[in-house]
T-cell receptor, first 118, second 114 residues
Framework: AQTVTQSQPEMSVQEAETVTLSCTYDTSESDYYLFWYKQPPSRQMILVIRQEAYKQQNATENRFSVNFQKAAKSFSLKISDSQLGDAAMYFCAYRNENLQGGSEKLVFGKGTKLTVNP | DSGVTQTPKHLITATGQRVTLRCSPRSGDLSVYWYQQSLDQGLQFLIQYYNGEERAKGNILERFSAQQFPDLHSELNLSSLELGDSALYFC?????????????FGPGTRLTVL
């Protein structure tokens, strides 16, 4: 079974600075997707960024970028120019590419609580 | 707003009771997922439906059941409730089954069992 590990329960960053959240995963599959979700105090789950395992190029979305190391099974999220609105729980998630059926469920890590200090 | 609606937002009930949580997916989405978020277990997949058919089960207790109706809305039924069932229950939907298809999450139903 696939597992996702986030080793940093809490992180903090100064406004306008850069922070990196870590994530490692375990899978025997070769085709899969990785995601970072943000959960602000409102509890809404919001997709931040996603990465296809077959792509070597790291995904970027504005101030958010990932460092995807497939061999190391590592998928870290970098937030640049941190803003107060970035304060939230961040969840790393894994999803299989099931071409022969099965579940497309998301497997989540335990989350990292990010605090942004003004 | 993700386009996924869940009702009710909050539910307070007693041990031993039964409740029904409702989810309406985004227009056009055929796949519905239920997840449970609790302090001790984190976010866990419960069950998935696709176009009315059960597709996969995760860590769903036998006391829990779900279904997806012809209009694609879904209901999660929780019975013989225990204190440990207190959690935030999310419904998510996606247009299809491709791994790339984004799962859009509803706002969740906060269940408190007293």
């Amino acid at each position: 079974a696939q597992t996702v590990t986030q080793s940093q329960p809490e992180m903090s960053v100064q406004e306008a600075e850069t922070v990196t959240l870590s994530c490692t995963y375990d899978t025997s599959e070769s085709d899969y997707y990785l995601f970072w979700y943000k959960q602000p105090p409102s509890r809404q789950m919001i997709l931040v960024i996603r990465q296809e395992a077959y792509k070597q190029q790291n995904a970027t979305e504005n101030r958010f970028s990932v460092n995807f190391q497939k061999a190391a099974k590592s998928f870290s999220l970098k937030i640049s120019d941190s803003q107060l609105g970035d304060a939230a729980m961040y969840f790393c998630a894994y999803r299989n590419e099931n071409l022969q059926g099965g579940s497309e469920k998301l497997v989540f890590g335990k989350g990292t609580k990010l605090t942004v200090n003004p | 707003d993700s386009g996924v609606t869940q009702t009710p937002k909050h539910l307070i009930t007693a041990t031993g009771q039964r409740v029904t949580l409702r989810c309406s997916p985004r227009s056009g989405d055929l796949s519905v997922y239920w997840y449970q978020q609790s302090l001790d277990q984190g976010l866990q997949f419960l069950i998935q439906y696709y176009n009315g058919e059960e597709r996969a089960k995760g860590n769903i207790l036998e006391r829990f059941s779900a279904q997806q109706f012809p209009d694609l809305h879904s209901e999660l039924n929780l019975s013989s409730l225990e204190l440990g069932d207190s959690a935030l229950y999310f419904c998510a939907s996606s247009v299809g089954l491709a791994g790339y298809d984004e799962q859009f999450f509803g706002p969740g139903t906060r269940l408190t069992v007293l």
